[in-house]
């Protein structure tokens, strides 16, 4: 059974950092792509960032380039997202998704990390 | 970026009704790269069709889409219980991925 469950959320100040973990079971970890999509509350999904299988190619959404850096440890089946420069508007629910054959649509989905960015 | 925008926001619709849900993209989406999601409160999206038309492992059959280019539908044939809840489509023919707005569909 394929199981992704995040961690690391919490309450953060305004130019703080924070990094995200995500930690993989029941599957080939190192096969498929990874991405994060995050959900403002009550709003609708935002993608974030997506790493290939390999680590080697990684994609990142106009808003969080340069401040945001997502990475993956295969030897460990868990992905990464470093948070810097954290803004008020990067509050929401950062969830983890599993690409099903790395095509670009999620198939399997963590339960959420809720990230809050306040002073 | 293509820009998916969902039509209606909202379906107030009752159990057994047909609902229908609209997904129009800014700009051609490749190769019908396009899943749609249903999401409750308080849970992960769940995924339902990829291909713009093929149902996820354990979908009901009762879920269906269809569409090219920039227009998709999403339609429920006959609401159970079970159904209302928020929809997104999503395009990965290009990146950024981009989702759109969401549908709601409620109980009437």
């Known amino acids: 059974e394929v199981q992704l469950l995040e961690s690391g959320g919490g309450l953060v100040q305004p130019g703080g950092s924070l990094r995200l973990s995500c930690a993989a079971s029941?599957?080939?970890?190192?096969?498929?792509?990874m991405s994060w999509v995050r959900q403002a509350p009550g709003k609708g999904l935002e993608w974030v960032s997506a790493i290939s299988g390999s680590g080697g190619n990684t994609y990142y959404a106009d808003s969080v380039k340069g401040r945001f850096t997502i990475s993956r440890d295969n030897s460990k089946n868990t992905l990464y997202l470093q948070m810097n420069s954290l803004r008020v508007e990067d509050t929401a629910v950062y969830y983890c998704a599993k690409e099903i054959r790395s095509k670009g649509y999620f198939g399997y989905w963590g339960q959420g990390a809720l990230v809050t960015v306040s002073s | 970026e293509i820009v998916l925008t969902q039509s209606p926001g909202t379906l107030s619709l009752s159990p057994g009704e047909r609902a229908t849900l609209s997904c129009r993209a800014s700009?051609?989406?490749?190769?019908?790269?396009l899943a749609w999601y249903q999401q409750k409160p308080g849970q992960a999206p769940r995924l339902l069709i990829y291909?713009?038309?093929t149902r996820a492992t354990g979908i009901p059959d009762r879920f269906s889409g269809s569409g090219s280019g920039t227009d998709f539908t999403l339609t429920i044939s006959r609401l159970e219980p079970e159904d209302f809840a928020v929809y997104y489509c999503q395009q990965y023919g290009s990146t950024p991925l981009t989702f759109g707005g969401g549908t709601k569909v409620e109980i009437k």
């Open positions: 029941g599957f080939s970890f190192s096969t498929d792509a």
């Open positions: 700009q051609s989406v490749s190769s019908s790269n």
């Open positions: 291909g713009a038309s």
